[in-house]
């Protein structure tokens, strides 16, 4: 499979080196695509530096102003799919997804599965270094969803994700509503309303240590009221003939 890694950024010149440098150093080929929204600490001057010595797998798409996660993530798909991608991941660029767990997602793809999820709550709860605070409103967000939605995925709000290019072929993308917190949640539900598989790996998420979380109030209340109006939208497939 030709794999394509979405990294959305901003303000992470602390990480991206590194993230870049490490991505390529595992075997499988990926190619990464870095979404900037026009990141002040200069993110996208590094990457277009380091592009020198990747040309043909490292890719910027650059943006203006802070504009999503989820804008990101789209726009990212549409990128990869027009290109003709094969698996599309989504991760973080701050090191809080282990790289090295990649292949397992891929491995999983491999096997079948329509979608792989790094789960942190799949087989208890692996969290390093996160406040009670936060851990509780985390872990608590997914049982929240699992119980509005009947989904059967325990980590609903994972950000570390791996997509057959055909369930991103098949959903909607311009009806993808919620841009933050929320679009993990609606992703995974809408892939799984029109019948695709999900298949949960458990990871060990990781705190940052560089760098500052981009989580905000507003964005845990889009999510908190998006996941209600899930349950009474009806999910079509996009007509792709």
């Given at each position: 499979m030709r794999k394509l890694i979405i990294i959305p950024t901003y303000n992470e010149r602390e990480n991206i080196e590194l993230m870049v440098r490490k991505v390529f150093s595992l075997p499988g080929e990926f190619s990464l695509l870095v979404v900037d929204d026009g990141s002040p600490d200069?993110?996208?001057?590094?990457?277009?530096?380091?592009?020198?010595?990747?040309?043909?797998?490292?890719?910027?798409?650059?943006?203006?102003?802070?504009?999503?996660?989820?804008?990101?993530?789209?726009?990212?798909?549409?990128?990869?799919?027009?290109?003709?991608?094969?698996?599309?991941?989504?991760?973080?660029c701050d090191f809080s997804h282990d790289p090295d767990d990649l292949l397992r997602l891929t491995a999983e793809l491999e096997k079948g599965a329509d979608v792989a999820v790094g789960s942190r709550y799949v087989?208890?709860?692996?969290?390093?270094?996160?406040?009670?605070?936060?851990?509780?409103?985390?872990?608590?967000?997914?049982?929240?969803?699992?119980?509005?939605?009947r989904m059967p995925v325990r980590d609903a709000t994972a950000g570390f994700v791996a997509y057959r290019a055909d369930v991103l072929r098949t959903i909607n993308l311009?009806?993808?509503?919620?841009?933050?917190?929320?679009?993990?949640?609606?992703?995974?539900?809408?892939?799984?309303?029109?019948?695709?598989?999900?298949?949960?790996?458990?990871?060990?998420?990781?705190?940052?240590?560089?760098?500052?979380?981009?989580?905000?109030?507003?964005?845990?209340g889009e999510a908190f009221w998006g996941v209600l109006g899930l349950r009474f939208r009806r999910f079509d497939k996009r007509q792709t003939e």
């Open positions: 200069g993110t996208a001057a590094i990457v277009r530096q380091l592009q020198a010595d990747h040309p043909d797998r490292l890719f910027l798409l650059e943006r203006e102003g802070k504009l999503g996660l989820g804008t990101a993530y789209l726009a990212g798909f549409r990128w990869a799919l027009e290109r003709g991608y094969e698996a599309i991941y989504e991760m973080d087989s208890g709860v692996n969290v390093v270094n996160w406040p009670m605070r936060r851990l509780l409103l985390s872990y608590f967000a997914s049982r929240y969803v699992r119980c509005v939605t311009d009806k993808v509503r919620m841009k933050g917190y929320g679009f993990q949640i609606e992703m995974k539900y809408t892939a799984w309303k029109l019948g695709f598989g999900i298949k949960e790996v458990s990871i060990i998420f990781r705190d940052r240590t560089m760098g500052t979380s981009k989580m905000s109030g507003s964005i845990l």
